[in-house]
């Protein structure tokens, strides 16, 4: 029983130490006594383990017992603490003292013979500098002293319990109420790295592991985690440290996560982490990194999601990107989530909304302008302009378009409508100005814009540039009245280059070309950069016979021909080309073709520059472009290809490198075109060189035809036809019948091209009749052909000839009468050239041919009556054709030519002819034609030769000829198909003189009409004649074509049909032939 009345007393004691934190007056401690010396009981050391493990489960029950306010629980943790250690350890009497100082009166005493045992065992260990410390806060009067620090601390005055305590004793040696005191000055901002120095000593002191030593290294981690979170308060607005302050909270958070501020630190990073990646964002969008910064803005949604200006931000980029969709969802949310926000704020954020919108219709309009549709443009500027009509340039970019629309009415009301409250600002007026010059009206340009003289230096220069303008106007009418001195005088006071340009150029036209020069000097003295100037300098030198000097000059600027623009790098390519500086030229070309960021902009002037700047100034009216004042891309390319085609015609024409010329007009197309990489495949460039239904402008014409003709000349064509003849007449001799197979096959060589063709002529005359005087044919005549034979004869011809530019070389076989034999070794062949003078067209011939108008005179024929063969008449002559260009609807041609007749056993003959024609295109379109031909022809042999008796040639020769013909022709073609049709009608009157039936006597003396004639005879007809030609394309390669001709007259009336194909080895899509025409025998070349 005694034992639980002890227990139940330690208890007691324990329990009423939680209630109390005490001092002791008349302190006899000092701080120095806090370095205590660490002792252990003298235990075996395999039982220090299981000792330490139960001492350290029985603080703890105590401790639990002093926060529960329980002093049984304590008492039997002491009696506990007794039976393990003994009442006499280290462990026991010190919890024996703060049980007995806490229950006050005689108990106190007896704690006081338990302080004086733990000193006798170590006057500076732990226990026994805590168990005096213990005692001496217990005096009552220890107690009334700390009443003033226990209400402060109560009460949170944390300042004024630190001041008491400091003043009262200073740092306590107790720890319990050490503890307080530090709590108390790790409250107070400023301390809390004192507060954390001195719990620190006391968990260093304190050798035990109990619950108060675990609450004292919370609280330390508390006010390191409070010491964090204000140093980081502190500057978190601060930009620059806030990175800092964010990790300085996301610290303190992980340090003690379950401190009373702790949300709040959260909130305050919440809103610094989101505010910074706003302004990070912000930054990114300025850059005109919208991706990154969009991504940017998303993270921030995720920060604070009911916040407006992250959402703000995203429709920002969504104005940039010219997305609708995403701009609505965007300004939507933030309009949503700023209803929180002051009614200030709220309506801001709606009113930038608004103007952002603007700011999206209007980029999209210049997405669209730049793309050239100028349609969606317009649609847009004008949406923009209804949201908000202040934005000047957005009004300045739709007046602009609607000038190059054409309607001049609308664009100045356009800018004339803009809002009043920016009708008075310089950017208006400027904007204004602008569009009034290029009205024309510079006068008034000059008006509106001369009151913001000085406002910048872009306006300043437009000012200056409308007076120059108007001085030059003034000028231009008095040079056109013919005052050159006047018009000088007018612009002589503008010492600027470009007037010194124009003078030059008055006088240039005037044909004072010295004084021109001498300008021209002037305007690269006062500016040495003026490469125009130059340019124009070289020009007239070269006019002047002075290619010297001309040279000099344009090799000056090929040094520094990157700095010209295109256009000019063109002028100066061509200047070389006259020069006859073949590869300086194609140097220069390259440069300009290389040079992919030149152009004819001002960007070297402040005009652009400025006008960004005013309008970037306004945030929802940066519609300004610096391209208004630029030459358009398709302008550039148009130069450029230009310039490739120059390079073209300097490898063709005059290096005569077809392969190179062939591919740069196929470059020259691309760049045209805008089909760079495309145009390597055939059939795509092929089919890029037809020519359109509509008239192309000459540039692309140029180069399309020319590289057509260079494609077509390096092509290799396999020609096969079949011609069907018909020509009725006398059995035997002109009744003919039968066919002509052609096989051609032409290919690219040396520069040219050359051609290699065989033809299989087949002719069948039919059979004579016999009976005397019924064939007029040989000798037989009077005596009778009894010759049952048909007088049919075929042969093989062979050609090879060679054409380019300049001329025209062939040379092939034909019929030759040898050994009383028809072969086909007779040498045939021809040469002709072509030249120009001025308009007119040249084109001599000389050749020797074979005569096709019948069987008897092409392959010769056999006398029935000893079989002797006779005719194969052959021509050689020389012709001259000229033509005339008078222009594109209609021109004259005109043909002479003196003919020398041959064959054997032929009598000789001479022909002269002379004919000429007008033509007059009534329809004169890129693919169809229709075109009227009058034409004339006179025509006289010296015999007539047209008889098929022996020594005759069996050729029409009339001694006087003279025909007239009207004819129309009508042509179309389409991408695959090509069609002609030609209808004609001739009157023609012909006169014959009489001649021996068989001229040459001395050859032949056995005809019984041996001295028989032929009568003199006229005759005037009327004929008339059509011919059709069509042609089809079946794929890349091959193409197909149909011809028939028919003439009818009182005694000729020919017919003849063809059908062809054409094959190209190399693909080919471009034009069809129009007219199409098949292969040509030979003996017609």
Known sequence: MKFLRLLFLASSLACLASFNAQASEGLSLKKEDLHIKMEQPNLPATKNYEYLEQIKKLKKSQDYAKKTYNPILELNALEKLALISGRSSKEYLIAYVRFKVNQGGKAREEAKEAVDKL????????????????YDISSPQMKIKLQSFNMHETNRDYEAAVKDMDDLMGIPLEHSLRHRYFVMMGNIEGREREAITGLEAI?????????????????????KAQLLANQAIKVIDDTKQSTVAQNKLKKAISIDPDNSNASYWKEILSYSTYYR?????????????????????????NILKDSPYA???????????????????????????SKKESDAERKRIAASMVSLKGNLYSNIADDYQQKGDRENAVFYYIKALKIDNTSVWNAYALSNLLLDKGDRYTALKTIDEVSPSVKNTSEYAFAHALILDKTGDTKKAFKVLSPYKHTSQSIDENIERFEQTLALEKANKLYASGDLNGAIEAIEKYK??????????????????????????????????QTYSKLRLAQIYHELGDDENASAVALSLKEESSNLSLDNQRALGELFSDLKRFDDAIAVYETGLKNNSLDDSHEDSALVSDLVTLSNNNKTANNFKAQDLEVSESEKRMTKAWMQRNIAVIEGDLYKNGTKALEDYRKALAIYDDKIGLYSDDKLYTKALRTPDDPQDWLRQSIASRGAEYYQEHNTVITDAIRFIRDSGHGGYSDNKGFINV????????????????????TDAGTLTGGAYNDMFGSCFATGCNDPSKHKRSINTYALSYDNEVFHIDVGTAPKISGNKVTSNALVGGFRTYFDYKDWSFTPYVYHRAVDNSLLSYFGDRDPVDGKLWGAVKKTGVSLTVSNYINEYSGIWLKGGIDVLKGTDVASNTKFSFMGGYYFHLIYRPNERLTLSPSAMYMHYNKDLSGYTFSQGGYYSPQQYYSTSLSLAYMRRYDDFSYSVEASLSLSHATTDSIDRYPLKSKYYLAEDYDAVTSKSSSTTIGGGITAVAEKRFGSHFVL???????????????????????????WEGDLPMPPSGPTPYVEW
């Open 119 to 134: 000193c006798k065992m170590g006057k500076y260990t732990y226990e026994c500098i805590q168990g005096k410390a213990l």
């Open 203 to 223: 968990v260093k002191e304190d050798p035990t592991d109990s619950t108060f030593k675990f609450e004292v290294k919370k609280d330390i981690n508390s006010f």
């Open 277 to 301: 990646m706003i302004e990070q964002a912000d930054k990114l969008l300025e850059q005109n990194n919208v991706k990154a910064a969009s991504a940017l803005y998303l993270k921030a949604t």
């Open 311 to 337: 959402y703000v931000g995203l429709t920002r980029c969504a104005v940039l990107d010219k997305d609708v969709p995403s701009f609505e969802k965007y300004s939507n949310l933030a309009i949503t989530n």
């Open 496 to 529: 600027v280059p470009y007037i010194e340009i124009t003078k030059a150029q008055y006088l240039y036209e005037a044909g004072d070309l010295n004084h021109a020069v001498e300008s021209l000097k002037d305007a690269i003295a006062k500016d040495n950069t």
């Open 743 to 762: 096989l051609n096959i032409s290919f690219h060589m040396l520069s040219g091209r050359v051609a290699f063709q065989t033809d299989r002529t087949v």
């Open 1041 to 1067: 074509g149909a011809q028939l001709k028919a003439i009818k007259s009182d005694d000729y009336s020919p017919l003849n049909g063809t059908l062809y194909f054409r094959y190209y080895m190399d693909a």
